[in-house]
């Protein structure tokens, strides 16, 4: 029973930390960037890469993981959605999926379809035991940056200057370039921050589970915006707790009722919270909030 | 989700396009060929069969259509060498691994003067061609489309691999003879066609066979991140060796969380596991131990690989995958048929026989209970009438990061 929480608990907090990109670029560009599990991808490439060919150490593998994937979020908001800003939401979507397209087939071109064997980067935390329970680093490692991550950018949003001009924006774009606030360049940080935290999630995502491939970030991606509404979107705190819980229903359902049916019951239980609280568990009736 | 739409729509278009290849069949009429006109008074074989092959030479899939040609071309040397006044006249044709191009590559073999077919290499040109040969009365061996959607409904069609599902059956049949277990734990893909195949027949054979299934878990494309509830459940039932009839991806995932736990099995693969050991990055000391049964090991001992891969190394400067053993033993099965009905008919000159004539002889004998040959990719091969292969399978097991044959 335990075993299978703490299981629950390390697969949910990777699907948070993917959550918290979805919701953060939700609840500032009001934009679902399906292109977001793809980034983390890209991320999982990047420190392979360094890591695995160059031996780079593990904190300059992340860090250049990071840089990679700000820069290319910064360069995606600019190219494909930029120009679309006062387009229907619709029409960026579908630009969404067709940049998650584009980033596969891109990786598919450089690495192939052959995957990888991710090496574990948090190999250096040692294992927990309490009582009979062993906890893994890896598992550790994932939940507290997990944490960090959200606490973080929660205490961002709400304490600095650049935080406020977010919220400015997420409110009213107009109102807020009317009062001298710079809506481009707020927008492209957001990008910047959640492509950065994409790459973070991608070498966590990958350590737990060492299979890289192309398509490595696209189902993770899926189940992390599943994540982000149920806690409820543009939520931080509920991206976090819609992963984690995700994570536990899924592994429980798989325990007690059936492995052939864990996702039918996952999507099930997101259908009945959606109509008891269609804005999600943290959801206010202002979605707006980050 | 949207992907999801998008992929099953292809999909379906994909499989109305093989329906409608599929429709062209018309049951053409046994041509009733008279073999006698070509008989020899000594009952030897004698004559040119012009042998043609149909494989991706180039494009993404060039790694298995190379592979085979390069296969038979060993194959038709040696015949030839034998000096049995027999000899194979060998043309290849490439198809990209399109189904479209494979008829044309079919079509100009035809016009070349093919009699026999080897192919095609890949699984969708294959279907698309067989239905052609068919209404030819063309006889066709494929070496390594292993769809059962190959050979269905087609007499003329037969396959010198495994097909996917009776690999189940050829495990289950293999621990038990092997005593490598009786109480036996399977962890299989459920949204996978090839891996519920085999994990079918397995079941199905493992009743036969005496071998206890004491869990069964499951996963899906979807969610083949966290094993840890299948190595629980593995752990708690007791199970001596864990049956994994999936690809190499997810079983590495598997080896390392159950390494985690310490959960102390064996493990035992079918060829979809053939390139765990390449898997960049992989710890290979994970897979230590790991049995599995691939048809063909380029480092086994016996006489006929030995002599195969060296030949191979010698010729192409490579290690001969599994594909070009499959191709190797293509035009050996069709070779010691028509031995075997020359033998039994007071001889057989083949050249410039009708492809008809020729189909109804190697059907005959393919399907012919008597009929066996030895390859590289298994010993006393024998066909049924639905044009699957039946042959000992071997297993490998790795040891210090290489296979080695058991």
């Known amino acids: 029973m335990l075993d299978y929480l703490i299981s629950g608990i390390s697969l949910g907090s990777v699907y948070a930390i993917i959550a918290l990109g979805y919701t953060m670029v939700y609840g500032i560009a009001k934009m679902l960037n399906f292109a977001h599990g793809d980034i983390i991808m890209i991320g999982g490439y990047a420190a392979f890469c360094t890591g695995y060919y160059l031996h780079w150490p593990v904190w300059l593998a992340v860090l250049f993981a990071v840089v990679v994937c700000t820069v290319l979020g910064v360069v995606i908001e600019k190219l494909a959605y930029k120009p679309l800003r006062n387009a229907t939401s619709l029409a960026v979507l579908i630009t969404a999926i067709g940049v998650s397209y584009f980033l596969q087939n891109v990786a598919l071109l450089i690495w192939t379809s052959n995957p990888k064997a991710f090496p574990n980067m948090l190999s250096f935390i040692p294992y927990v035991n309490i009582g009979r329970i062993q906890i893994t680093g890896t598992a550790l490692g994932t939940v507290v940056t997990c944490i960090v991550v959200m606490v973080a950018l929660t205490l961002f949003t709400d304490k600095t200057k650049m935080g406020k001009a977010m919220r400015t924006v997420s409110e009213d774009k107009g109102a807020a370039s009317l009062m001298g606030i710079n809506v481009n360049g707020t927008i492209s940080l957001t990008f910047a921050i959640g492509s950065g935290l994409a790459a973070i999630a991608g070498v966590l995502l990958c350590s737990a589970y060492p299979t890289l491939m192309p398509t490595t970030g696209a189902m993770p991606g899926i189940k992390a915006f599943t994540a982000a509404v149920f806690g409820g979107i543009g939520s931080i705190p509920g991206a976090m707790i819609g992963g984690i819980l995700l994570g536990v229903i899924e592994i429980f359902a798989k325990a007690y009722i059936s492995t052939q049916l864990s996702d039918a019951i996952v999507f099930a239980v997101l259908i009945i919270v959606l109509i008891v609280k269609p804005t999600g568990l943290l959801g206010k009736k202002i979605t707006e909030k980050v | ?406």
């Open chain 2, 1 to 406: 989700m949207m992907k999801k739409v998008l992929s099953v729509l292809v999909a379906g278009v994909m499989a109305l396009s093989i329906v409608a290849c599929g429709a062209t069949n018309d049951a053409s009429a046994n041509t009733g060929a008279d073999a006698n006109n070509n008989t020899t008074a000594d009952g030897s074989l004698t004559g040119t069969l012009k042998l043609g092959m149909i494989g991706p030479l180039t494009g993404g899939a060039a790694l298995y259509g190379n592979a085979v040609d390069h296969g038979v071309q060993i194959a038709v040397e040696e015949i030839n060498a034998l000096g049995t006044g027999f000899q194979i006249d060998y043309q290849a044709e490439d198809d990209e691994h399109d189904a479209e191009k494979s008829v044309n590559a079919y079509n100009q073999l035809k016009d070349w003067g093919a009699q026999v077919i080897a192919g095609t290499v890949t699984t969708t040109p294959c279907i698309a061609v067989s239905a052609e040969a068919y209404s030819d009365r063309m006889f066709m061996l494929t070496p390594s489309a292993s769809s059962t959607d190959v050979t269905a409904n087609k007499d003329n069609m037969f396959q010198l691999c495994f097909s996917d599902p009776n690999q189940g059956s050829a495990s289950a049949k293999y621990i038990a003879e092997n005593n490598l277990a009786t109480d036996v734990a399977i962890i299989y893909n459920n949204s996978d066609a090839y891996s519920s195949g085999i994990y079918q027949t397995f079941v199905d054979a493992a009743a036969e066979v005496g071998l206890n299934i004491v869990s069964t878990t499951t996963f899906t494309d979807d969610t083949q991140n966290d094993f840890s509830v299948q190595l629980a459940d593995i752990q708690q039932s007791g199970a001596e060796l864990v049956f994994l009839p999936i690809y190499y991806q997810a079983a590495s995932l598997i080896f390392q969380q159950a390494d985690q736990i310490g959960l102390d099995v064996k493990w035992f693969g079918v060829d979809g596991m053939d390139g765990i050991l390449s898997l960049e990055g992989f710890d290979t000391s994970l897979a230590e131990g790991v049995m599995l049964l691939t048809p063909f090991a380029a480092d086994a001992t016996d006489d006929l690989t030995v002599n195969f891969v060296t030949k191979f190394e010698e010729k192409f400067g490579e290690t001969p995958i599994q594909f070009a053993a499959d191709g190797y033993d293509c035009p050996y099965a069709i070779y010691r048929a028509l031995e075997y009905y020359a033998a039994n008919n007071g001889g057989l000159d083949v050249t410039d026989m009708s492809n008809e004539e020729l189909c109804e002889i190697l059907i005959s004998v393919f399907t012919d209970p008597g009929f066996s040959c030895d390859g590289v990719t298994g010993l006393a091969m024998s066909w049924n009438a639905a044009g699957e292969v039946n042959k000992a399978p071997k297993a490998v097991v790795i040891e210090n990061g290489v296979y080695v044959g058991l």
